[in-house]
């Protein structure tokens, strides 16, 4: 039970850290009516361009 756990608390960190820049970029823009700067999108950058390596990483065939 506790490996089930430990992996559904994986999958929604995974899945919010894709997420969440997405969000706080929109929600700067139309909620808060401020334009995201260029660090803003910088650290969206990052955090997919982390989310890329993980996720397109070279299979291993063993």
């Not at 820049?21 to 929109?26: D, H, I, S, V």
């Not at 700067?28 to 989310?51: I, K, Q, S, Y």
Request: proline share 5%; with cysteine.
């Amino acid at each position: 039970m506790q490996t089930f756990l430990l992996y559904v608390v994986t999958a929604v960190a995974e899945i919010l850290g894709c997420y969440l820049p997405w969000r706080w970029l929109a929600w700067l823009w139309v909620v808060d009516e401020v334009r995201p700067t260029l660090w803003d999108a910088a650290g969206v950058a990052l955090t997919l361009a982390g989310m890329a390596v993980i996720a397109f990483q070279p299979r291993l065939h063993a």
